[in-house]
Every structure is written in structure tokens, then in C-alpha cells.
């Protein structure tokens, strides 16, 4: 299995403009997970779906953020406009299941985003 | 709210010394606990992690944690530590969400 592939790697974008993240998660897996990391706040969760729909975006910091997932194999986050505060690392990961027994979260590499 | 504290943000050690990186979570009923490694620019890979049965826990590379319900603890060991170890250890819990302690950067000097 390939994995969970996110897209871009790296991406720099000057303030304002509009920055989408994708990921393609590991086939078969039910559930897609959003993180983003900062040194100063660590892994944050930002949203989560359940066989595409949404569950939980309670970590999503504000309405600039916006997540989809229009099918079993591919979600986005999209941030517009974007700030020099919202530079962080994203990943995304997926599970089979969300209990521990089988709901093990694997990760992507991550989107390193740098908004000047 | 569950928490997950990781004590020390910086552990570094010698080759071939003990590696024990420290965990404890904040939560009335244990979760099932977990141990990530993230590589420089890479994903976060999972390491070990503990649901019920055995306490201690064997995982990849040569590590293992010991689940400690008294203590609310999940430490990560290492008997010897290799260059290849260097890295950012993040510990984790879940209840229903999982939720990332701060995470211990692991130096180790040759």
C-alpha cells in the first residue's frame, strides 16, 4: 500500500491568498483525520470525517478553514485567505475504525505551508 | 478534558545508554495509549501502542512501554540507543479522539 499521500510537499503562498491541501488516504479506511503542527501548540486535530461526512470540526480555528471530502479517496483543506499565523505543518491521516483495536492512525508525510 | 503530558521536551544520550522517554495521561478511565515517532520532515509513524492484556508493550526498533494504571503512566524504553533513534517521540491517547502530548526531541551523541 502506497500509503497516505498528501500534496503539495511544500507550499508558499503570500498573505491572503488561497491555499488548498489534499490527501489521499489508505484505500479502505473509513476514517480521515486533519492535524496541523506548530512548536507552540503542538498536534492540534482539526477535523475529522466518518465515511466522507464530517463528524467533528470543533478544532477548526475559524471560518477561513474549510475541509471536504467528496469521496472515499480524497479530502481537502482549504484556507482563504490565508495568514502568516496559519504557517504550520498539516497532515492527514486515516484509520480503519476509530476504536484502538483497529482504528491505528497512519500519517502522511505532511503539507508544509509558509504564508509570507 | 483527557491530557497527555510528556515530561521533557529534549532527551539526549549517549550511544548504546537507556533511552526512557516519559508519558502520563490525565483521564479517570485509561485510554488506549500510543507512541509515535516523526523523522525530520516526515509523517509521524507509529511505534507501539497499548489497548488491554499485557502491559508492556513490544514495538518497532527495539521499543517497548509499560502501561502502569497506578501511576497513570506509559513510559517509552530503549536498552540501547542506536544514532538512527534520534527523532521526535510523541505520546498519545485515546478515549474517542487522539490526543498528542507535546512530544520529547531524542539526541543522541556518538
Known amino acids: 500500500d502506497a500509503g497516505v499521500i498528501q500534496s503539495p510537499r511544500h507550499e508558499v503562498t503570500e498573505m491572503g491568498q488561497e491555499v488548498t491541501l489534499r490527501c489521499k488516504p489508505i484505500?479502505?479506511?473509513?476514517?480521515l483525520f486533519w492535524y496541523r503542527q506548530t512548536m507552540m501548540r503542538g498536534l492540534e486535530l482539526l477535523i475529522y470525517f466518518n465515511n466522507n461526512v464530517p463528524i467533528d470540526d470543533s478544532g477548526m480555528p475559524e471560518d477561513r478553514f474549510s475541509a471536504k471530502m467528496p469521496n472515499a479517496s480524497f479530502s481537502t483543506l482549504k484556507i482563504q485567505p490565508s495568514e502568516p499565523r496559519d504557517s504550520a505543518v498539516y497532515f492527514c491521516?486515516?484509520?480503519?475504525?476509530?476504536?484502538?483495536?483497529?482504528?491505528?492512525?497512519?500519517f502522511g508525510p505532511g503539507t508544509r505551508l509558509l504564508v509570507l | 478534558a483527557q491530557s497527555v503530558t510528556q515530561l521533557g521536551s529534549h532527551v539526549s544520550v549517549s550511544e548504546g545508554a537507556l533511552v526512557l522517554l516519559r508519558c502520563n495521561y490525565s483521564?479517570?478511565?485509561?485510554?488506549?495509549l500510543f507512541w509515535y515517532v516523526q523523522y525530520p520532515n516526515q509523517g509521524l509513524q507509529l511505534l507501539l501502542k497499548y489497548t488491554t492484556g499485557a502491559t508492556l508493550v513490544k514495538g518497532i526498533n527495539g521499543f517497548e512501554a509499560e502501561f502502569k494504571k497506578s501511576e497513570t503512566s506509559f513510559h517509552l524504553t530503549k536498552p540501547s540507543a542506536h544514532m538512527s533513534d534520534a527523532a521526535e517521540y510523541f505520546c498519545a491517547a485515546q478515549g474517542g479522539k487522539l490526543i498528542f502530548g507535546q512530544g520529547t526531541e531524542l539526541s543522541v551523541k556518538p
Open positions: 491521516a486515516s484509520s480503519y475504525g476509530m476504536g484502538a483495536s483497529k482504528g491505528t492512525q497512519y
Open positions: 484505500s479502505g479506511h473509513d476514517y
Open positions: 483521564s479517570s478511565v485509561p485510554p488506549y
